[in-house]
């Protein structure tokens, strides 16, 4: 059987290439690729709001809205931006992205989820400025203001996300029904619904000890390097030791 490890590697290779976006995502069985009537694309690493970002956006919307999501690949913003599409890339301090991540994926070594996230990063960072960037502390808290962001930037209508408790939940209620209706309840749901868990923070604080090891310091200071060139301008980030 070939490890966990190279097929996430090759994956995450794959997934930088335009090209190949159909064929991973048909591989992958998840994700919505963009078609000629999309409306917007909506990507970002595993675990960085984006079942709620997109859960959101449309609730703001009051209708059906032609959502590109959850590829997780590069590629599909790539693709995004040479087809005129409005992209939002949405991003989450890699400490924690990577953290949860490696819940939902346990046989994945913290090393090849933090290449993941450099791999996924890396390739738009030349872009920056041609599509929206959606830190993670913003789009959980304030949505409204990344999607009028999309609005300056490519000329758009879509109607902010108003953060009410009434909204948010309707959002988690959302997450919960579509993840119940995968994985069931109990502590499977806990590590993937995209929601607060006091459970998931529990099992993130017993794995940081090994994403702090010596070992992955270079990696952790790239992917650190990453998220404050793409989050910087918007909400505060920590400094890179």
């Known amino acids: 059987m070939v490890p966990t490890a190279a097929v996430y590697a090759a994956k995450t290779l794959v997934a930088q290439r335009p090209r190949l976006l159909a064929p991973l995502a ?51 913003v790539l693709l995004a ?3 005129g599409i409005p992209a939002i890339v949405l991003i ?23 290449r993941g996230y450099l791999r996924f990063y890396e390739p738009l960072l030349p872009h920056l400025g041609r599509f929206v960037v959606g830190p993670f502390p913003e789009v959980t808290t304030d ?39 995968r994985v069931g309840i109990g502590e499977e749901l806990e590590r993937r619904v995209g929601r607060p868990s006091a459970l998931r ?21 790239r992917a650190l390097e990453l998220y404050r060139a793409f989050a910087a301008p918007h909400v505060p980030v920590p400094e890179v030791p």
């Open 26 to 76: 048909r591989l992958r069985g998840h994700g919505v690729l963009l078609g000629p009537d999309t409306e917007v694309v909506i990507e970002g690493y595993p675990r960085s709001a984006n079942s709620f970002a997109v859960a959101a956006f449309e609730l703001a919307q009051g209708r059906p809205t032609r959502i590109a999501h959850h590829t997780h690949a590069p590629a599909h």
């Open 81 to 83: 931006l040479r087809r």
């Open 92 to 114: 989450r301090e890699p400490e924690e992205a990577v953290l949860e991540f490696a819940l939902v994926r346990p046989g994945l070594p913290l090393r090849s989820a933090l």
């Open 143 to 181: 949505l409204g203001r990344v999607i009028r962001r999309v609005n300056d930037l490519y000329g758009t209508d879509f109607r902010p996300f108003e953060h009410t408790p009434e909204n948010q939940r309707a959002c988690f209620e959302a997450m919960d029904r579509y993840w119940r209706s």
């Open 201 to 221: 923070e529990r099992l993130k604080d017993e794995l940081r000890p090994a994403y702090r090891a010596p070992g992955l310091r270079a990696l952790r200071e």
